[in-house]
């Protein structure tokens, strides 16, 4: 990226910068006469990861508003959030868990 917006643009070759950043920073060497900076393979399955982040943070808000806006170090409130939420990991259904704690 660097090399690219430091260098004229009309003297850098996409491809061939393409090519050796595969060369040399990937699993795999790169295949001639293709265009894999043309694939959009990045964005499958984006949304649904930038929705689930912005999902999360909408959460954690409201858990901090309900239970530590008011006092941050509250002990009790920690225990809560530790033995109601964060001590099941993967073990519950997440709802259920927020349910308990808001």
């Not at 950043?21 to 900076?37: C, E, I, M, Q």
Request: some cysteine.
């Amino acid at each position: 990226d660097q090399y690219l917006h430091s260098n004229d643009p009309n003297s850098v070759s996409i491809r061939q910068l393409s090519y050796d950043v595969d060369n040399k920073y990937g699993p795999l060497p790169a295949v001639p006469g293709t265009a894999p900076y043309l694939r959009f393979s990045h964005f499958i399955g984006y949304a649904a990861r930038y929705y689930s982040y912005q999902m999360s943070r909408a959460l954690s808000s409201l858990v901090w508003q309900r239970c530590f806006n008011d006092d941050p170090f509250n002990c009790q409130q920690g225990s809560r959030l530790r033995y109601s939420l964060l001590a099941h990991g993967g073990t519950k259904e997440p709802w259920s868990l927020i349910k308990n704690i808001l």
